[in-house]
């Protein structure tokens, strides 16, 4: 292995191990800030605070995306790239905040809402915050300084979850969420501030911005396309159902996405620059695009088809009955984020090699695709309309295989291999932890501790039986993790 393949792999491990350090920490305690605020405030509050989080969420996009990737892909990114960026950013997060403050009261009108004119108000001055956090991001992902994540976010996430949990314990409902994900941002911006080196400095230039706009601008179409549609379905469930059903969606997808998210950050934060440092040599991009799909489908699947099957009991024993008719949502997503890894790689892989157009080119089709299937299913229920995004799933993971061929010569085939192998294994490992849970006849504690120790016992034994080199690639790498840390 020559050095260059040797340093990416060290950072690309350096990375990882940090990135899911801070997303572990940091998900830990808002499992547990999230279990005890589910058990004190009503569903119906929490569909309201979701309703709120889409309008957040899409306006993020214009944030996070685009001018963040910019800089982290643009080889050469100096002072006044960043500096352009974020005083563009401030000025342009301010913009919407203003827009939000003034459209609150039609927002809340057309829901028949009152709450929701005070609580876009509050909770969107975490736009104008989010702005300047995403240029420290770039700067932290390009310097490949993750440590710097772990010490902010567990920080930010700590401080919130003895604020959100204090002001639910005193009645304030859902003004207990705003507060909880207002001092997040807060903190965990102002932790970044005082960690870091780099200050805005008197420089903008429209040329660098214009620049960096061309690149850009796909991957902040692409994602706004992808949130606009992901928001649709909640505005629709919150607009011809309850706020109940809106919250019993949400959360469903929650726990599902808390561990997914968390693999899939990392991946996104550490392997984005890395694969951009290599962008002239299609091959190791393509190596490193094939290893990640291997690596996080032989990771993240078993999670998901295990959670899938112990939902039942995980929700009755973390969040109690009253949130019992959330079970579906939550096993559907399940199944649709086993798709995830592939999807990652390949979307990480075209980014780096400054292919942004080919991103925006293959979303279009699948948003397209993905509005008929809403509207189809929405007529028949709440249900029908989360399973529906499977199918939207499975369509959108194979028009990525067919660009990944075109741009890195990553072919279906090898996605296949790459991807289906992991699957079939959680699967059978699925089926042998919900055959061991008919041995308990009720929901219980004991019933899912055993599932899940069957369920782990036999991922290892297929392991070792089908001799799968991503079981002892992963061991490795948490060997050279724990040497890392006693160093």
Known sequence: ???????????????????????????????????????????????????????????????????????????NADDLDFSSVFYFSLFFTSLIYLTIFCLSSVISNFFEMPILEPLLKVLSVSIIIMGVNSVQQAYISRKMKFKKFFYASFIGTFFSAVIGVSFALKGLGVWALVAQALTNNIVDTFILFISITW??????????????FSYGWKILLQSFVIQIYASLRSIIIGKFYTSSDLAYFTKGNQFPNLISSNIDSAIN??????????????????????????????????????LATIADSFVLLILTDKWLPCVPYFRICCFILLFRAPQTAILQAIKAVGRS???????????????????????????????????????????????????????????????????????????????????????????????????????????????????????????????????
Do not use: H
């Open 1 to 75: 292995m020559n050095k260059g393949m040797q340093s990416n792999k060290k950072a690309v491990l350096s990375g990882v191990f940090w990135k899911l350090s801070e997303g572990l920490s940091s998900q830990i305690v808002s499992l547990v800030v999230s279990i005890i605020l589910a058990r004190i405030i009503a569903p119906s509050e929490y569909g309201v605070i979701s309703l709120v989080m889409v309008f957040i969420t899409i306006s993020s996009v214009f944030i996070s995306s685009g001018f963040g990737s910019a800089l982290i892909q643009k080889k």
């Open 199 to 212: 200050r805005p400095k008197l420089l903008f230039s429209y040329k660098r911005l214009k620049s960096l």
């Open 269 to 306: 934060t550490v392997l984005f620059p890395v694969m951009s440092m290599t962008q002239d040599s299609l091959e190791r991009v393509k190596s490193m695009a094939r290893k990640t799909t291997q690596v996080t489908s032989y990771v993240m699947n078993p999670i998901l088809i295990g």
């Open 357 to 487: 157009d080919c991103v925006l080119k293959v979303d279009f089709p699948i948003r397209i695709f993905a509005l008929i299937v809403l509207l189809i299913s929405i007529q028949y229920g709440v249900l029908f309309l989360a399973f529906s995004e499977l199918l939207i799933t499975i369509f959108g993971t194979v028009l990525y295989a067919r660009v990944a061929k075109e741009i890195i010569g990553y072919s279906g085939k090898e996605v296949c291999i790459d991807f289906l192998i992991n699957t079939f294994l959680s699967i059978i490992m699925g089926f042998f932890a919900w055959v061991a849970g008919l041995i308990f006849p009720d929901l219980s504690l004991l019933k899912m501790l055993f599932q899940i120790s069957i369920g782990i016992l036999i991922y290892i034994l297929l392991s070792v039986v089908t001799k799968n080199e991503n079981f002892y690639y992963v061991i490795n790498i948490l060997l050279e993790s724990m040497n890392r840390l006693k160093k």
